[in-house]
Every structure is written in structure tokens, then in C-alpha cells.
DNA sequence: GTGAAAGCGCTAACAT
DNA sequence: ATGTTAGCGCTTTCAC
């Protein structure tokens, strides 16, 4: 179980002071951008570490109570366009700051999250970022005391006062449906996202809302529990179809349940959208790549991430800083995959 | 520039030492899976630290000369199914083993990709995996020392002998490109991938070698520079479809392209597959959703991840084992976007 | 078998 | 403005 391998000899901070005539902690300074350093001084000794090849061990820097200017980022898997759009905001926001991004997946290992959490947290990282928990609680739990900076992305949390960054789930919803209703469509489908998310209950109220609002009855047979995957979307809308009166719309609760959906319809030979309408949540990028064009509610992905870089960003300069949660509005976007009812 | 954020209280191995009334050392050797312990020690250590919540401390592990359990991962970005596949094969192999993945993206970070390594190298990981370096020469030479265990994906290096994985990308290329003739399709467009990629340069060769094979003259006119992005799949297609004699075929270096081409073809309101055939490379998820679903190269992603991390796992137990190299089959999935010639 | 002690490379008081 | 020194939590000789 030992493989004790030789550690592999690194220029060091020491290596850099020898060379450049100074001590030990002038280094450390100078490369920490500490003020009380004499300009030339400091010159020097950025040459020489420039010279020598010297880059940090973050470790050490970690250890001796340092920062490590890496945020921790905890994602589900990488699997889904949703999370990769996120992701991608989040590191092109990075970019921008000093900071570097660590990913951890905690797809498929139950259990592991928390001690994910605690690792990050004991010093691997000066932040960390969870998208999309799927029970916060246990991670925010695992987090060592509480004052360790962390935003939650598209979950919020209702134990601990957590700064969390999401989208217009509800209104969303609502908008989606209304606009189905609209083009004269009665029967609507709905297929749910994970029940144990947030972001599926609130869109799921949204869809509600409007029928009440436009005073059609909701119909629980029209209601098809699914997961986000496109799976579920596929399977739904085989249901659905089957019905003895099936919807002339479905609304899909993500993208990826949406190609599903538009799979199943397919393969039964209707057309859409002439005879069926198909609208879904997220524009992801293949929502515009899917054949017909998918119309559906765009959540700011990449804002997302971004906003919750800076928010994290913000708590990292401010700790004292007052937990927050940003929503950022969604939008409608129709393309060819939904028409007035036939 | 100095927010010194208390270091927040740890649990830590001379905690649990306490606890469970025992040397330091006693438990450090106990949680490294040392043999001279005796069991009961053992049983008792294991259990306090256990009970107490101890997590280990990476940082100081490492900078003890310990192992970090942890595998760096090295990629250009995560907006392209092809790499998330690959990433989603490391992760599925590496949760079968005791380490843990650290991801960095490169993208748009151009030079920065050395110090990265450099980073990693320098004790953060105990191996790395480097998909589709763009120029892996510049980051193995960043390695301190050549003996920091380390595994090339889809990218080959010719001055470091490194050990890589790849798939058979002029095979694949070569197997598309004579499918597409026996249908009969005797002008078909090329769209290369970025040129400084081995595979890119690997499946234009497959292309024009089965053109010889059967004896058709290379047309330079058909073979558009492309990089395996979708929008110069479209900019590429829509030159083809321009040209005096246009192609009945159209083979794009990868999926992302291919899309680009679908796109393109769909706006001139010719029919796929009846009125041109389009094949793509790779095989990504999406493939099979888009419309029409796309005949494609399959690579074994998630495999090749896989057997990135078996390599590098080797390695790791056994650090003398000669680099190698392997390159996994492809396969031509034929669905509905290519049909014989109109 | 187990304990004591010396670092790993670095930051952060504390001096000067 | 710069040097000195004490750890951070852990692994690893070296003793016993």
C-alpha cells in the first residue's frame, strides 16, 4: 500500500532568497504583494524567482494559513449542458480573478459528498461553489463551522441563511404555459424535473398557476413525474400520447426531457409542432441544435455562474458580507417547435 | 491584498492520537494502512477517528512527502460532449479507486496551461491526465523532472516518449469516407478539424486514402480548414452547397461540425438524407438526437477515459513501467442522415 | 509494535 | 523595510 515515492525536489522560496541576496520572508512577501517591500527589492526578487523557475506550493501556502487561490466547485456530473453552461460561466468569470477553479463530480458517489465538502474546506480552497446540491443541508452541515465562504447555485436552502444564486423558476413556468395557452392549446402536458429540487417544485407551481389563471382545470393526468433526464421525457410523452385524450402541448420541465419528448413524438409519426407542441426549460445550446428548433424558457446559464463567482468573490474580500440571494429572470424564447393549436 | 482569514480549526491526527490514547505517529500509520500495528490498536484508532469526524489534511499530507489521492485532469474546456465524455469515463473509473479528480480547464487561459502543470505537479496530484493537449510538447516540458506520472488522451508527443490513448482516427475516417462511396457518392466534402490535432491531420488522411483506394481523384475544391467547431461545420457546408458542382456528401471531422452542416443544409431547404448524405466523427450524445439522427465514426469516449485512468493508475503502482501506447477501434453507427446517392 | 523528533515549503507574528 | 522564528498537519526516519 506504499509507494513511497521520492518527493520530487522543487525550487523553493529559500532557493529564490539564496539567489537574490534577501531573506526567506522577503520573498514570501514580494511574491504575497505585501506594501512594505522597497521597490527595487522587490524587482529583484521577482526577476530572479521569474529566472529560477519558481512557482508556489500551494500546500505550504494552504498549511502555513495562507490562501490557496483555488474555489472548490461541486457538481453533480458533467453530463448535462445545463451544468457544463454553469461551469463554463464560472471559469470564464475566474478568468478574471486570481483565482483557479477545482472540480469535483459527485455523481455517483453517494455519501461522498460531505466528505468532499470537509476536504475543500479544510484548506484545499479559500471557497467553494455547489451547483445544484441535491440536499444541501448534509453538505452545508459537513462545512467546518459555518464561516467558510460558499454559494449555492439553483438550490436554495432553507436551514442555514446560505447566499445562493438562481433563476425565475415560477415565472418561468407560468410564462412558458401561458404562451401555450395563448396559441389556443387546452390539454397541456407537464413533465416534472426531480421532485427534490427546488427549481422542479417552483416550476411545477408556475405551470399551475398559469391554468388557474387562465381558468383551465388542472388535470392531474396530464402530470408525468420525471428527473430532468431525457429518459423521463421520453417515456412521459409516450404516456401522455397514449391517452385517450392526449394533450395537443407538452411542456417539459428541462431541455433534456424535452428531446425526449420530441424522440417520442417522432417516433409515433406526429408532426410537430403542427400537430403537437413541444416547449422546454434551460436553452441549453442544443436546444437550437434539435430538430424542429426547440422553443423554451432560457435560463442566464452562464450568468449564473458568474454571479455566483462574483457573490463568492465578494465573501471572499468580505466575510462579514450579509448572505444574499440573487434571482435572475428568464426568458421565453420561442422557435419551431411550438404553434397556434391545429 | 491580505484578508487573513482565521485558519478555521481543524480535527486533527494528534486529536484523534489523544482520543484514542495513543502516539501521533501510531494513528498516521493506522490511517495509511501501515502492517506493524496490531489489530486491536488498529480497531480502536479507526474507530475514534471515525467517531471524532477526522478528515486528513491533503495539504499537509503532501507536504510531507505523502500521497494526495488525487488525480489532476487537464482540459481545454467543457462546452464539447466529446471532452465531458472522455471526463465522465475518468470519473466512472476513478470512483473505483481510492483517488479523487481535480479538473483544470486551459481554455482561454492560453500560457497558463504550463504553470498549471507545473502546479500540479508540484505535489497537488499524483498523476495527471491531459486530454487533447494542444501543444503538449510546452506542458511536458513543464514537468519537473520526467518522472511525474502522466497519460496523454487523443494527442500523441514525438520528443518525450510518452504514454498515450487514442482511437483509430484514420481507420474511422477511412471506413466513412468508403461507406459514402459505396452509396454511390463520388463528390464528397471534406471539413478538416484544427490542423495542429493529430486526429484532425490522422482522419484527413483516412479520407483521402479511401478516395485513392477507389479511385477517385482528390478534389481540393471539396476540402475545407475547419477547427471541430459547429460554426465552421455551417460556414463550411454552406461554401460546398455554393460550389458550381456541389458534393452529394458531406463528411465532417467531428459531430460538432456535422451539426454545423445539418444546420446549413436545413437552411438551403434540401432534404437529408435524400438530397445529400452528411456523416460525422465522434459520435458524441448528441449525435443521435439531432434530426436527422447523425451516421457517425463512434469513438469509445467514455472507454478511452477509462483506459486513460487504468494507465495512469499502473503507473502509479509501478513507476518503471514503460510508457505505451493505446489506440482503441472505431466504429462506423450508420443512422438516418446518409442514404444512397439521389 | 510504538513513541519522539525532524522536517516538507510556506505565512505571519515578532523583532530590529 | 527586512530578518528571525514559530508553527500549519502530516509522513517518516530513528530510537526504544
Known sequence: MQTS?????????????????????TVSRVLNGFDFVKGST????????????????????????????????????????????????????LAHSDYDMMLYTTHR???????????????????????VPHNAQNYLQALPRQDFPYVLVDQIDNMYNSTTVDATNWQGA??????LIKLGHQRIGFIMGAPQLNSARERFDGYRAALQHHRIAYDESLVIEGDYMTKSGYSGAKRLLSLEQPPTAIFASNDLTAFGVLDA?????????????????DDIPLASLAYPKLTTV????????????RLLLEKLENPEREARRVTLATELIVRDSSAPRG
Chains 1, 2 share one sequence.
Open 5 to 25: 515515492r521520492k518527493k520530487i525536489s522543487q525550487i523553493t522560496i529559500l532557493d529564490v532568497a539564496r539567489e537574490s541576496g534577501v531573506s526567506y520572508s
Open 265 to 281: 413524438i417522432h417516433e409515433t409519426g406526429l408532426r410537430i409542432p403542427e400537430d403537437i407542441s413541444v416547449v422546454g426549460f
Open 109 to 131: 458517489y453517494q455519501g461522498k459528498e460531505s466528505l468532499y465538502v470537509k476536504t475543500i474546506a479544510n484548506g484545499l480552497a479559500d471557497g467553494l461553489i455547489l451547483l
Open 174 to 179: 407560468y410564462d412558458a404555459t401561458a404562451y
Open 298 to 309: 432560457r435560463q442566464p446559464l452562464v450568468q449564473i455562474g458568474q454571479v455566483a463567482v
Open 42 to 93: 522587490r524587482e529583484k526578487v521577482l526577476k530572479t524567482a521569474e529566472r529560477m523557475g519558481y512557482v508556489a506550493n500551494i500546500q505550504a501556502r494552504s498549511l502555513a494559513g495562507g490562501k490557496t487561490q483555488i474555489i472548490g466547485l461541486l457538481v453533480p456530473g458533467l453530463d448535462n449542458g445545463y451544468i457544463t453552461e454553469i461551469v463554463s460561466g464560472i471559469d470564464q468569470e
